[in-house]
């Protein structure tokens, strides 16, 4: 995560969305400690609206207010079942 995604991380924890963030974090330790192969959309915000078929994906994420369809991260995650690129990895998409 760049600084300026844990700048925006560290703000939104004291928000009323706090918890959630908090909650998302505990899952995460919790994939990351088993036997499975996983990969994780990092989805900023999903917003509603048709798939797009064109996303921007990174390792690491820049930060910000990103927006991403439902379909276009589950087409996401559908060709990483079939052609797996990120194993074991939290992969940040958005447009």
Not at 48 to 62: A, H, N, T, W
Not at 85 to 95: D, E, L, Q, S
Request: glycine share 12%; with cysteine; net charge positive.
């Amino acid at each position: 995560m760049t600084i300026t995604g844990k700048i925006y991380t560290a703000i939104l924890k004291r928000t009323p969305v706090g918890h959630a963030i908090r909650d998302h974090d505990g899952g995460l330790k919790v994939v990351q400690h088993s036997t499975l192969e996983w990969t994780l959309a990092g989805c900023n915000y999903l917003g509603d609206g048709p798939e797009r078929g064109r996303y921007r994906i990174s390792l690491v994420f820049p930060g910000g207010f990103k927006k991403i369809h439902p379909a276009d991260a589950a087409a996401f995650l559908l060709k990483e079942t079939e052609d797996p690129t990120f194993r074991n990895a939290v992969v940040g998409i958005w447009y």
